[in-house]
Structure formats: structure tokens, C-alpha cells
């Protein structure tokens, strides 16, 4: 018998959905416990080996240890897989780039603590490491997850649906939201997720990323329609994509107050004082 | 056997956490800090945010409770919006909210801490997990994995997503309940009764064999704090907070969750992520209250449901009163599961729940806004300001698992007092470290936003600051 492929999960800045997912994957697809065996998975066993072949890795970058830590991965795995939006994308994680980093730890946890823990901008881990696929989604969708894993483990590439979400939406049959008045980035997100949000009654708000050659002024114009206001509209483009964004750099399709705040220009809160001002300290 | 995969809850402790346990002239144990050294700064992410993705973009604080974040930034979206919403959106919410709790109840028990109990502590620390629990009693096992599922199911089918669902918005939720929706979870009832039937009984049943666990594990008394329905009864979504000393006299018997801040400080200390809050009119660090299951069963008047009732009478007949021990903390989840069956079977059955005015319309009409709820671990505050145009302006969360953070600190040391001796470290003593944390189901993620994850590392310190020894469990 052939040995089985031993896979491993790592988790870095993240809050642990996509692992949640997984499990609860495999508590409905046992079998696939037979194909494979899980040499490490913090959030389902203590004992660990590391060799591995295929690692699947959760969360964003976000400090210098990680990118050690993420190479050792890299160099042990032949297949490295991103988990979801923030190993992905970045993910809501790099939303704090919009600031000047020290001001976020100074903010939580006053002045005096915030050596004691460094951080930096967040990002995905194709910004470390050469990634062999990804699996989008805040978190992945789990069908999606079982199905990219069956095609690699017959050592065919997953390839990812490269129309946006409307298209699923319209074969759900749901009325389309941004004609009701509910604002939808279905327009330009990759689909793959069912529509699952829209179908539910809210509109889509990226989390899967941006679809191939999306064309934002249309969705702009959409939404101005709504009634957001060109700020919104920046918040809507990046709460999942800040880090996308950001790599387009003048070319990001954001209002020009937008294109300012996303790369850490804003040095100190552009609001409230901070916290120990308040008294919280 | 086929292998299954769960949760393991040292490993989830593990990421985030550290202890020290200092010793005096005289070798004895003087001090024991859990530290937490990490954090993910969610509080400012959402500075200049529009404050209706708040329930969206908060829910992503944590995989495992988003229920609970998402419904207390929603209500805290709700005062921004400055609307009630409709009463079946309010329902709806509860049931999402109770199979929340039940599903994240059923992790905590079965799944990370019942490995303990039915294998013992002393039982060797890689077979003392779901798979040898699955091997011993399977039964068991099998139990929690229905439950969980129970609690996971109704969250899908109601709010299309297990983790991140888009369906809970400030001013309601996205979309109404299907009959058949209803039907099917109705159906799916007895068995859940069941289990958690069963699982009182030999739970019950066996608590004779933890009396030192039960003595020694986090056992001092505190304050107790947790929201109340208004005649007093178990209230997991909305109510007033009610604050209970370690007598069992009232303190307060329920104050607005506006006002918290009159009740609630915040101290921080340099060595922790992890903000130290304490009850106000009593002062740092004395104010040390507890809230979670615990907290909520040891403040009531009654649950507010039948079979709950009953089982509630006789877990308070335990000390005669008010529970100290946070080994109880295990029981009160059990209890809470029975309620929660309950209470949603109720929403269910009440014809309003299908009407189809499920959310409100508004912007932002109030520049302040705060929710309270209860999440399975315990007292959940969303605090929000906003500008005229509704971008949020400032925020302070205070979770579940920083409310307890002084109580752990002193389980801790109680642990430590009971079982450090000399200055080495051994491998029973760190298993009921950990065990006692473990008793407060704390979510590292939740209460600092983990940035990645340090192995647990205790330290055993002399007076003069020598480290004698440390233990890594990796
Ligand atoms: S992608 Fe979303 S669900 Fe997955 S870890 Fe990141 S925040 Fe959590
Ligand atoms: S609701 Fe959204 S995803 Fe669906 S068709 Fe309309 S824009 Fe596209
Ligand atoms: S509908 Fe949009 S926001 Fe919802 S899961 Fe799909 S891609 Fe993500």
C-alpha cells in the first residue's frame, strides 16, 4: 500500500475559523482520514511530527518571527496551501496598515507596553513564500475545502472559479440585493462560496477577493447609487482587500482621502485621542 | 478505530499563554501570573469604519464565538442607529444566540475537558484527549459530537455560515426564518435533550470522585457578575447586569448595560495582554468578580424554564448557596445547555417567529452605542462612538475571558500553593495548571486577538529572581 500523504496546519495571526472549518469537514468526511494522515493540527492534537508533504497554513504575517517560521514550512512541504482570507489575502488583518504601526499597540495597550511586542504591517504569506494554492474565504467554505483537497490529492491543480459571484447568485435564484437597495460587491468577488451571504439576506462584502478584471467604477457607481459616500465605498473595497489594494498602490481604485490612508500614512488616530486619555489606563 | 478529529484545548491554550510562579525566602510559593503576550489591536482596526460592518468585521475577532461578537456589536449598532428592532428579529437573534452557546458549551465539555475527568489527570497526556476518550467511552464521545453539531446545524441553517455568518446586521437580521427551517430544527429537539439528560446523570454521578479538584481548583470566593432577565432569571442576549457578592447578597441588582463604566474598571498591569477589569465601588485589585456559567447560575433568581428549574435547585444545594469552585464551572455548562434547549424550543414554537419584519432601516442617529451579552464564557461588551456620518470613532471591547482574568490569576495560585513543592516543576503539577485554567474555558483569542502562538511556559522563580526551573509543553 502506497503511504498515505502526511499533511500539517500551522496558524499565524488569525482567529482560528478556518481550522474550526476544517474540523468540521472532517467530522463529516471521515474518510478522508483514510486518504490522508494529519501530522499536525494544533487545534485538533497535541502530538506533532514534522515531516510533512502538504502544509495548509491560516492566518497573515505579521511579524518578523513569522517569515522564519514560514520558510521552515515552505522548505519541509512540497505543497504549501494558504487557508482562507488572511493567509490569502491578508484578510481583515491588514486593515491595521492603515496606520503607522506603533499607534495600534499604543492604543490597546498604552505606552508602556507596546515594546514588548513587535509587530508589523499585515500580510499574506505570497508576500514570504511561494504559495502553491490558495483556498479563499473569511472563513473557507468547507465543500470548497474538501474538493481542492480530492483534486490534489489525484495531483491535479484546483483551479479557482475565475467569474465573479453573480454568476452563482443568479443560478441560486435569489432577487439581486443591489437592486433592493442592500449594497453587494458580487460584481467583483470571486465566486465559489454559493453566494452563501447574499442568499441570506446580506450582500457580499469580498471576503473571497477580487474576481479576474474586475471593474470597479461600475461597482463604484453602484454603490454611490445606495447613497454611500465615497468613504464607504473605500471601507466596503477594503475590509478584506486593504492588502490587495495597497499593491496597486496609485492605481487602487479608491477615493483620493482612500488612496492617502492605505499605507500607514495616518500616524496617529485620525479620531479620538488614545485610550489612557480616556482613562481606560 | 476510525480516527476523529477535534478540538484539543491544551494545544488551544497552549498559543497564547505563560506563568510564573514566584517563591518566597522560605521556598513557598508567594506568587503565580498567567500572562498573555500577544494581541491583534481589533479595537482599532475599526476606527473610521462605517459602524454597520461593525457585527461583520467584530465577529472576526474569534472562530469559535463569533455569535456572541456579532450580537453584541449589532446592539451596540442598534443604539447608534437609535431603533428597536422588530420582536422577531430580537427572538431570532436569541436562538442563534442559545445555539452559540450550546455548540461552544459542548466543545468545552466534551470535547477538552471531559478527557480529564473520565481518564484522570494523572493519565498519560497523549492518550488523555477526544481520541482516547473515543477509545474508552465512545459513547461519550460520540454525545459531544452530536451536541456540538446541534448547536453548529441551527446556526447554518438559520445564518447560511457556521463562523462569520453576514446574517446578523445592526437593525435586526438579513433574512427570516423558513417554516421548514423551524421544522427541521424542531426535529432534531429530542435528541439533544437527550444528551444532555445523560450527560447530567453520570456527570452527577461521578462528582463525588473530584472532591480535591473541587476543593483546590480556582475554589475562593468571589464576586460574580452576568446579565439578568427582568424577574431575575437565567439571560444570555439582553438584560440589566446584576452583581452579586460572595455571599449571595446583591450588590446591584441590575444595573443599565449603559453604565457600565460606573461599574466596571480596567486596571493593566506591564507583564500581560491581558487587561485586569474589577468592580469599581470595591477598587483594584479587590474587586475581583467572576462571570461565565459559574457566575450566571450563582446570580439568578431561577433559570426561568422547567427542567433547568429543577437541576438548577440542586446544583445550588452543592455549598449550600453560592458555588466557589470553578470546577463547577463544568457542571453550570451542562445546566445551561438543558436552558438553552428550552428556551429556543420556546422561540420556536411561538407562531411570531415566522413573521417576515425582521430588520429596521436607519443611519447613524446617536453617536454612541453599547451591547451587552452574555457569551458562552461569560459578560461581552461592545462599546462604539461615531461621528455624525457613522464612522466609528472610538472603541473598548471588554470580553468574557479578560472579566475572569483575575480570578484565573488567583487559581493559579491557589494550584501552585497546593502543589509546587520545592523548586522543581513536575508534570502533575502543570497538568492541573492547566486544568484549572481550563475550568474558565478562557479564549486567548478573543481576549487579546492572538497574533500567533508561544508554547504554555511556566517558570518557577526564586525570591531574588533566579529562574530554578521551567517547563515547556510544546
Ligand atoms: S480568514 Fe477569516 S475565518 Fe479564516 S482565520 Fe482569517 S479571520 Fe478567521
Ligand atoms: S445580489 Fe450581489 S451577487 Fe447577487 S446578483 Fe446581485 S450583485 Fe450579484
Ligand atoms: S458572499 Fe461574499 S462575503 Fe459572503 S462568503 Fe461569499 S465572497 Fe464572502
Known amino acids: 500500500m502506497p503511504a498515505k500523504p502526511k499533511i500539517a496546519f500551522f496558524d499565524f495571526s488569525s482567529c482560528e475559523g478556518c481550522q474550526l472549518t476544517v474540523i468540521d469537514a472532517l467530522q463529516t468526511h471521515l474518510g478522508l482520514l483514510d486518504q490522508v494522515e494529519i501530522v499536525q493540527f494544533r487545534e485538533a492534537m497535541t502530538e506533532k511530527q514534522d515531516t510533512y508533504q502538504i502544509a495548509f497554513v491560516e492566518g497573515s504575517c505579521t511579524r518578523e518571527a513569522d517569515e522564519d517560521r514560514l520558510r521552515a514550512i515552505r522548505k519541509q512541504a512540497a505543497v504549501v496551501v494558504a487557508l482562507g482570507a488572511c493567509a490569502h489575502l491578508g484578510g481583515v488583518n491588514s486593515m491595521k496598515n492603515r496606520w503607522a504601526i506603533g499607534n495600534v499597540q499604543t492604543y490597546v495597550y498604552g505606552e508602556k507596553n507596546k515594546e514588548t511586542y513587535p509587530s508589523y504591517p499585515a500580510r499574506p504569506i505570497s508576500a514570504v513564500i511561494n504559495v502553491d494554492a490558495a483556498i479563499p474565504g473569511c472563513p473557507i467554505d468547507r465543500f470548497e475545502f474538501l474538493h481542492i483537497v480530492q483534486m490534489m490529492l489525484q495531483g491535479r491543480v484546483p483551479k479557482l472559479p475565475d467569474y465573479p459571484l453573480c454568476v452563482e447568485c443568479k443560478l441560486s435564484e435569489n432577487a439581486c440585493l443591489n437592486t433592493l437597495g442592500k449594497p453587494c460587491l458580487g460584481p467583483i468577488t470571486r465566486a465559489g462560496c454559493n453566494a452563501i451571504c447574499t442568499t441570506y439576506g446580506d450582500g457580499c462584502e469580498g471576503c473571497r477577493g477580487f474576481a479576474p478584471e474586475p471593474n470597479f467604477e461600475y461597482m463604484r457607481e453602484i454603490l454611490r447609487g445606495h447613497g454611500l459616500s465615497e468613504t464607504e465605498i473605500d471601507a466596503r473595497f477594503t475590509m478584506f482587500n486593504h492588502y490587495q489594494l495597497q499593491q496597486m498602490g496609485e492605481d487602487a481604485p479608491l477615493s483620493p482621502e482612500g488612496l492617502q490612508s492605505l499605507n500607514g500614512e495616518l500616524p496617529t488616530s485620525t479620531f479620538a485621542a488614545p485610550k489612557e486619555a480616556e482613562g481606560h489606563g | ?474
Open chain 2, 1 to 474: 478505530m476510525t480516527k476523529q478529529i477535534v478540538i484539543d484545548p491544551i494545544t488551544r491554550i497552549e498559543g497564547h499563554s505563560k506563568i510564573t510562579i514566584q517563591l518566597d525566602d522560605n521556598g513557598r510559593v508567594e506568587d503565580a501570573r498567567f500572562h498573555v503576550t500577544q494581541y491583534r489591536g481589533f479595537e482599532r482596526f475599526c476606527e473610521g469604519r462605517p459602524f454597520y460592518e461593525m457585527p461583520s468585521l467584530m465577529g472576526r475577532i474569534c472562530g469559535i464565538c463569533t455569535i456572541s461578537h456579532e450580537l453584541a456589536s449589532a446592539k451596540a449598532c442598534d443604539e447608534i442607529m437609535a431603533v428597536q428592532i422588530p420582536e422577531t428579529a430580537d427572538m431570532l437573534r436569541r436562538i442563534v444566540n442559545l445555539a452559540s452557546v450550546i455548540q461552544s458549551h459542548a466543545l468545552s465539555f466534551f470535547y477538552l475537558s471531559s478527557p480529564d475527568f473520565l481518564l484522570g489527570l494523572e493519565s498519560d497526556p497523549a492518550t488523555r484527549n477526544i481520541f482516547g476518550l473515543a477509545q474508552k467511552h465512545p459513547e461519550i464521545a460520540r454525545d459531544g459530537v452530536r451536541l456540538r453539531r446541534f448547536g453548529q446545524e441551527i446556526i447554518e441553517w438559520m445564518a447560511g455560515k457556521r463562523v462569520h455568518p453576514n446574517w446578523i446586521v445592526p437593525g435586526g437580521v438579513g433574512s427570516p426564518l423558513e417554516p421548514e427551517v423551524r421544522d427541521r430544527i424542531l426535529e432534531t429537539i429530542p435528541e439533544a435533550y437527550a444528551i444532555v439528560q445523560h450527560s447530567l446523570d453520570w456527570f452527577k454521578r461521578s462528582l463525588e470522585n473530584y472532591a480535591d479538584e473541587i476543593r483546590t481548583f480556582g475554589n475562593f470566593p468571589t464576586l460574580f457578575m452576568g446579565l439578568v432577565s427582568p424577574t431575575g432569571g437565567l439571560e444570555l442576549y439582553d438584560g440589566s447586569v446584576r452583581v452579586v457578592d460572595e455571599r449571595g447578597s446583591m450588590l446591584v441588582p441590575g444595573f443599565a448595560p449603559d453604565s457600565y463604566q460606573e461599574y466596571i474598571g480596567e486596571a493593566v498591569e506591564p507583564w500581560t495582554f491581558m487587561k485586569f477589569p474589577y468592580y469599581k465601588p470595591v477598587g483594584y485589585p479587590d474587586g475581583i468578580y467572576r462571570v461565565g456559567p459559574l457566575a450566571r447560575l450563582n446570580i439568578i433568581d431561577a433559570c426561568g424554564t422547567p427542567q433547568a428549574d429543577q437541576e438548577w435547585a440542586e446544583f445550588r444545594q452543592l455549598d449550600r448557596g453560592m458555588n466557589f469552585s470553578s470546577f463547577y464551572f463544568h457542571y453550570a455548562r451542562l445546566i445551561e445547555c438543558l436552558f438553552a434547549i428550552e428556551r429556543l424550543e420556546q422561540h420556536l414554537n411561538d407562531p411570531r417567529i415566522l413573521d417576515k419584519r425582521v430588520r429596521a432601516y436607519a443611519g447613524p442617529n446617536s453617536g454612541e452605542g453599547i451591547g451587552i451579552t452574555e457569551a458562552p464564557r461569560g459578560t461581552l461588551i461592545h462599546h462604539y462612538r461615531a461621528d455624525s456620518q457613522g464612522r466609528i470613532t472610538w472603541s473598548n471591547l471588554v470580553v468574557a475571558t479578560t472579566h475572569n482574568n483575575l480570578a484565573m490569576n488567583r487559581g493559579v495560585k491557589q494550584v501552585a500553593h497546593r502543589y509546587v513543592e520545592g523548586d522543581r516543576l513536575t508534570e502533575g503539577m502543570l497538568n492541573r495548571v492547566e486544568a484549572v485554567i481550563r475550568t474558565f474555558d478562557p479564549c486567548l483569542s478573543c481576549s487579546t486577538h492572538a497574533q500567533d502562538r508561544l508554547a504554555l511556559h511556566v517558570e518557577l522563580v526564586s525570591p531574588d529572581g533566579e529562574m530554578l526551573d521551567q517547563i515547556w509543553r510544546d
